[in-house]
């Protein structure tokens, strides 16, 4: 054991520092291949090499008529030149020959374009020698008007324009959405190679609660924190375990952890009793076995705790978030989104911070980085604060779409003053 003072007898963390401990608990997450349509929203592992060209063949872009330009140098509406049709060509077709020479073949969107041809002529632009637009009825046969010259090349959609064979198409880090996973469809790829999602175990505290649904007594409230924030950790980019609350029982609180901690949990999330009173469960039970507790110096969420828990012969990284929903959800925020996403492999681990002026006045306490709720108005660049500092107050949490982060040093803002917003959209 080191002699180094602990966390609480050093004073209280800046938000920085507590954010750079809470970050250096989480590993990379490590890779696991999914089937693409389980990809969604996951990271890219590894770099996605394009197996076959795009297109795979030369094809055409149109329905209509595969041609030598050559063949066509003056066609026009008011003197049609007029061709045998000597192939049909569906997509999917591969059984036709290079192109007749003095002849034209009907081809479809999609199909390929057969050897010899260097054009389409776009059905529109035909005439069936009938005299009719369209597709004549002969299918494969007869003859067709073409009322247009086309330049080579015309309509022809070629092998590798739009990606090469062996072209890198993706980036490892990626951000997986709908139109990458198309592509990797393209290719030929079933699955991919992503960044395994973290797993976070979430434990509540507090024998005061009670289940949604169940009687309320007198002195009882419901829990909230443990599905608020399972929520927030799959939004997160990360999975959870909700495990039911414990009530303040030191002994009740390491079984119900002891069972559920094994390989493959990289994080356990526990929220209440770390602060200054007398039953303070999840501090009883974690100091001395790799956790420690202490201040940061911000609000809501001051009393935290952090470190590699040790339990049953292993140890598992730790976070105790104070039970306040508002500070659970804002230390969330503030600590474990950034660190999840980062272990996640997530490009953005933060959520984007815009500057906006204030709607009306606030007064902030000195020392400490406050995050007061508030209502981003985008038209004018305004930010109001919904409810007030009081961290309880989870109505007003829920209509807030953003956090207003006031610095340690700021005791005043007045209304207009410009302010850094963290915007808490998905
Ligand atoms: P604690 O951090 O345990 O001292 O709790 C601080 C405040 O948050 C108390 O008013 C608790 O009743 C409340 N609280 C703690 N845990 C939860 C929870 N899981 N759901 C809702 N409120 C809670
Ligand atoms: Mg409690």
């Avoid at 045998?84 to 081809?107: C, F, K, M, N, Q």
């Avoid at 389409?120 to 009719?132: H, Q």
């Avoid at 850094?420 to 959209?425: F, K, Q």
Wanted: charged share 20%; proline share 7%.
């Amino acid at each position: 054991m080191s002699a180094a003072a602990t966390w609480s007898e050093s004073g209280p963390r800046t938000v920085d520092e507590h954010r750079a401990a809470v970050a250096a608990l989480l590993a990379s997450s490590g890779v696991e291949t999914v089937p693409l349509a389980a990809a969604a929203g996951r990271v890219l592992a590894a770099d996605l090499t394009a197996a076959i060209a795009l297109p795979p063949f030369d094809n055409s872009a149109m329905d209509g008529y595969a041609v030598r330009a050559v063949e066509l140098t003056g066609a026009s509406e008011g003197s049609p030149v007029e061709l045998a049709v000597s192939a049909d060509i569906p997509a999917g077709r591969t059984d036709v020959g290079p192109l007749e020479p003095g002849t034209v073949a009907r081809i479809m969107t999609g199909a390929p374009v057969p050897d010899g041809a260097d054009a389409i002529v776009p059905v529109e632009r035909t005439e069936s020698s009938d005299g009719g637009a369209g597709f004549g009825a002969g299918g494969g046969t007869g003859r067709v008007r073409i009322t247009v010259a086309p330049e080579k090349g015309a309509f022809v959609r070629r092998a590798g324009e739009d990606a090469a064979g062996g072209a890198v198409l993706l980036e490892a880090g990626t951000v997986l959405g709908a139109s990458q996973i198309g592509l990797a469809a393209a290719v030929g790829r079933p699955d991919l190679v992503v960044r395994r999602r973290p797993h976070v175990l979430v434990l509540s505290t507090g024998s005061e609660l009670v289940a949604p649904g169940e009687p309320l007594a007198p002195g009882q409230i419901y829990e909230s924190n443990g599905t608020m924030l399972a929520v927030a950790v799959r939004e997160a980019g990360a999975t959870a375990e909700q495990l039911s609350f414990v009530p303040d029982d030191v002994e009740m609180f390491r079984a119900a952890l002891a069972v559920r901690v094994r390989d493959g949990v990289d994080l356990v999330l526990t929220s209440g009793g770390v602060s200054a009173g007398a039953y303070e469960v999840v501090k009883d039970a974690m100091t001395g076995h790799g956790v420690e507790f202490g201040k940061v110096a911000m609000q809501p969420g001051g009393p935290q705790g952090c470190g590699r828990l040790e339990l049953g012969g292993t140890t598992v990284a730790t976070v105790t978030l104070p039970g306040n929903p508002v500070s659970s959800l804002v230390s969330f925020e503030v600590f474990v989104r950034p660190a999840l996403r980062a272990a996640a492999g997530y490009p953005d681990p933060d959520r984007p911070v815009v500057t906006a002026r204030l709607a009306g006045d606030l007064s902030s306490p000195a020392g400490k980085r406050q995050f007061r709720r508030g209502v981003l108005d985008a038209t004018n660049g305004t930010v109001a604060e919904v409810g007030s500092a009081g961290s309880h107050l989870i109505a007003a949490l829920a209509r807030a779409d953003c956090l207003v982060d006031l610095p340690a040093e700021t005791v005043s803002a007045a209304a207009g003053e410009p302010v850094a917003v963290w915007l808490l959209g998905t």
